[in-house]
Structure formats: structure tokens, C-alpha cells
């Protein structure tokens, strides 16, 4: 296959791309040339691009966040809980669920306001607070 002129791609789906999505455009055995340009439907940070396509023909949404999963680190500071967790997992959002004494886990999770672009939060206490639970998930 020899690539040449201008390759253009669009999204036609109804639902974002996200970090994984994999297109194979081409499959030959030998690829040569290059397009003069590449125009690809635009992501949202932290996601960008990836060209494979003089390799095996392909296209893949990376992300430059880390996508291993790690720990919530907690502390108090008065009346506050202090959550934290590493830097590079921002874009990762912070889940929340209150919940009546006894429970225990359910559905009800909203994400906390912003906290993809964080890597931290100070949560007041509150005391009529029965259970609150608290996780990571990406994206």
C-alpha cells in the first residue's frame, strides 16, 4: 500500500472516543509513502493520538494520564478530611456516596465537582453524615 494526498477521519458515532479505542484503517502487507496531512476529529486532554499507521495500519486514542489504579491517602486537618492521590492521576474523578447508618455501599455516587483536573480535596465534616464513601475512577 503506498499512502499519499490527505487522509481525513471523522467521527460518526454518537459517543465519545475515549483512552483505548483502537481503528485499523489499513492492512497490507508492505506500506510506503505518507499523507501530505492527517486530519483527525479533535479529544478532549488528556487523550491524544496515536499514528500507527505506517506500522499496521492503525490509529488509537492514548492518554498521558496514569491509568494504573492506586490509593486514596487521607488526613485530617480540623475539621476537614484531606484526600489526595499522585499527580499523575489527574483526570482521574472522585466519586462520593452518603449513605443511612448500616447500609453500606449502593448506586448513589455523584463525582466531585472538578476533580478530574485535581489531585486533591479538603472535605468538610460533618457529623450527621451517617457513612460517606469515597473512590477513584477513570475515566
Not at 84 to 87: G, K
Not at 112 to 117: G, L
Given at each position: 500500500m503506498t499512502y499519499g494526498g490527505a487522509l481525513v477521519v471523522t467521527n460518526i458515532g454518537t459517543n465519545a472516543l475515549q483512552w483505548g479505542d483502537t481503528f485499523k484503517l489499513f492492512s497490507a502487507g508492505g506500506r510506503t509513502g505518507n499523507f501530505s496531512t492527517t486530519n483527525l476529529p479533535?479529544?478532549?486532554a488528556p487523550l491524544y493520538w496515536t499514528n500507527k499507521l505506517s506500522v499496521d495500519g492503525s490509529l488509537a486514542v492514548a492518554t498521558s494520564v496514569n491509568t494504573t489504579p492506586t490509593n486514596l491517602l487521607a488526613g485530617l486537618s480540623g475539621t476537614n478530611l484531606n484526600l489526595?492521590?499522585?499527580?499523575d492521576h489527574a483526570g482521574w474523578r472522585l466519586l462520593v456516596q452518603t449513605n443511612p447508618a448500616g447500609r453500606g455501599?449502593?448506586?448513589n455516587w455523584f463525582t466531585?465537582?472538578?476533580?478530574?483536573?485535581l489531585n486533591a480535596v479538603s472535605v468538610p465534616l460533618n457529623r450527621t453524615n451517617a457513612a460517606v464513601f469515597f473512590r477513584l475512577v477513570y475515566p
Open positions: 479533535p479529544l478532549g489526595s492521590w499522585p499527580a455501599l449502593g448506586t466531585w465537582p472538578n476533580s478530574t483536573s
